[in-house]
């Protein structure tokens, strides 16, 4: 049993909707039971929600949602009359039909079940299953959409959840790279990463797959094949750390240009105080990615941490509201910001890397404005102005065009 | 309770939305409970139809269906989004949430049930019910389609079953007139019309309103009122017949140039000889609409039917076979006729009106090829070239122009 999906710019036009059902029928016809997950046409979603804002100020998040599960209904349509023209039967399901069942939250469901009977009879009856992405059915029967990249979740959730060998991830690039090919004409593709690499790639920019369904996979030890569907090549494969092959120390450098720094300064350091800050943008639904608190200095210290550039304003209004509540002297942003990140599951066992990518970019002449790691990650913050640089330096000094 | 129903070009664009929406409003704020039927923006129905034929020789019915869908979806959660901007709850459903139960026939569902009960719930918690027109969901839990005009029959039908007051039909167009406008500039707009008047009316060319929606308003005595989304000035009543007022003789002439002429020559006058020609037709789903037979002549008689004329070509191949084998003469076709039809209430009273139509039309040199009748109709196949003349001149003998 396999799980493909495909995305957006996979089945775009009549062409590629073509294209698509010839690969799907070719596995069919190999003996395997196929279910695809497919998300909108191209640009459908962006035309949708552009739609949306013409019509209401504020449109309402049920609505919203009712109105893109429009995109993959129509995608997954004509995928299916496309495959009957090969003589496979096919059979389309909306996520309401495929048992997915999720919270009730709009416009970001999570996926609480995969029920799957009428997928299960239809695999049984020899046909393909066709199942929209993106989208469920609340425990209030009402439609939900899983946010961006849902579609890959609902893809992996379907493997997980019916017991598929491979959940196979048809995008229009090749596979993970060890840097983004448009920053790094060097950059190699990827044979292999795990799924801790993975989600700390997707944490920190890598697009390639979506946050959520990494975790899903690496939950579930579903094997995510990522591959392109114009060239159908083999791709990069995510799998479970393997502790008997040795782990390259680097696997890839990400960047992320999609947020911005805020700073509280001259904050008393006496315990509670970052609660405080923390759960007022946690009430207005401000996203904080990397948090760092300075030493402190004379029972003061300054606090910095990154939102995404959307949340810029909401943050702001928010910290002025705090700064003054807790007495802080001033709060400042920087929306030109801009991260760049090491990714290794080998850094674990090899010290010195940290201090060697600090090197690197000081070689370089990029200030490094804020510095956060996990045990597989290194992020640093830089001016935007200076994140090509910065990538391109340390995909050269760490030798990530070498295969390892 | 009001059901109001919006035809595509009533929700064409985001501007035509809020116009709707506000109309909704002002009925909702009213006091009046609101169920609104909404149809696909503008052409978006021929738009996936088209997409469909691009991506498959032989769109599958399952699938065409689900496609098709998609457009009711987008247009009711703008729809709802646009409702809500005025501060007035606003909750769309599709035609399975709405508990729309139809047969298993794609493209042209009946409607079997209809449950409705989220729907009550959703105006007795005081919002708008927005549901999706055109649609339903089988009994095997597939999504179907009512086929064209199937908006309309989802309003009456929702309107017979909640029990509201009036189902009024939005489209763009102020009401019935007594014949097209575009070829009887004189036409004028009736105030009422009867159930069965209108029946005759849509079944011969009047397209204001689709056939199966009036049969469903007759059946189950749903006034339905056609008026415009435009002006939004009161339209047509359509009505149970009211035995103490006098009918109008005539209340209007319809003509319809989508048909095509069918006649097997010199087939045998015994019994079994129709019945076999119109059970092929029927089995190869041809639409056969008038039939006219004539008198026999030494054992042998012609018979003429007129079909769509898209099914001409079906049509014809079924009947060169069983003409074979029925050891007709022949079959020849016209796919260059039209239909001139006089409808009205009153003609059952008066004798008379045929020979003064057939005299019209003689009078302008229009030859009359079919003949076909009922007790409130009369209607001629004509060629094609002569039927607005026909139109015209029947109008103004008529004197339907002046009210009556």
Redesign the interface.
């Given at each position: 049993m396999v799980v493909q999906k495909y995305g957006g710019t996979s089945v775009a036009d009549?062409d590629r909707?073509?294209a698509v059902a010839e690969h799907i029928v070719r596995t069919h016809r190999q003996g395997n039971q196929v279910i695809v997950v497919v998300s909108a046409m191209g640009k459908t979603t962006d035309d949708?929600v552009r739609?949306?804002n013409?019509?209401?100020?504020?449109?309402?998040g049920?609505?919203?949602d009712?109105?893109l599960?429009?995109?993959e209904?129509?995608s997954?349509?004509?995928l299916?009359?496309?495959i009957?023209?090969h003589g496979v039967h096919?059979?389309?399901f909306?996520g309401s039909?495929a048992g997915i069942v999720t919270d009730t939250v709009h416009g970001k469901a999570k996926i609480l079940e995969v029920k799957g009977d009428?997928i299960r009879e239809t695999l049984t009856a020899g046909a393909v299953a066709v199942v929209a992405g993106f989208q469920g059915i609340s425990t209030t029967?009402d439609?939900t959409t899983l946010g961006r990249g849902g579609s890959d979740t609902t893809a992996v959730a379907l493997a997980a959840t019916l017991g598929a060998e491979v959940c196979e991830i048809y995008t229009d690039v090749s596979g993970v790279f060890t840097a983004d090919p448009r920053v790094v004409p060097e950059a190699r593709k990827l044979a292999r990463v795990s799924f801790n690499e993975m989600l700390e790639m997707a944490a920190t920019g890598g697009k390639v797959l979506a946050l959520r369904s990494v975790e899903f996979a690496r939950n579930y030890n579903v094997p995510v094949h990522v591959r392109s569907s114009f060239t159908w090549e083999p791709g990069t494969w995510v799998v479970e750390e393997d502790p008997t092959m040795e782990e390259a120390i680097i696997s890839g450098v990400t960047h992320d240009t999609s947020e911005a720094k805020i700073t509280i300064t001259q904050v008393a350091d006496r315990p509670g105080v970052a609660a405080a800050l923390f759960r007022a943008l946690a009430d207005e639904s401000v996203n904080v990615d990397m948090i760092v608190q300075n030493v402190s200095t004379a029972g003061h210290t300054d606090i910095s941490f990154t939102v995404p550039r959307d949340d810029l304003h909401r943050g702001l209004t928010v910290m002025e509201k705090v700064a003054a509540e807790i007495e802080a002297s001033g709060v400042s942003y920087d929306a030109g910001v801009a991260r760049v990140t090491l990714v290794g599951a080998g850094m674990k066992t090899n010290p010195g890397v940290a201090a060697k990518m600090f090197e690197v970019l000081s070689n370089e002449g990029v200030n490094i404005e804020m510095i956060s790691t996990s045990s597989i990650r290194i992020s640093c913050v830089v001016q935007e102005s200076d994140v090509e640089t910065a990538v391109r330096a340390l995909h050269s000094a760490f030798e990530l065009e070498k295969a390892s």
């Open positions: 009549p909707i073509r949708l739609l949306a013409d019509v209401s100020q504020d449109p309402h049920r609505e919203l009712m109105l599960t429009a995109g209904r129509i997954m349509a004509l299916c009359m496309a009957m023209d096919a059979v389309s909306t039909q009428r029967r439609i």
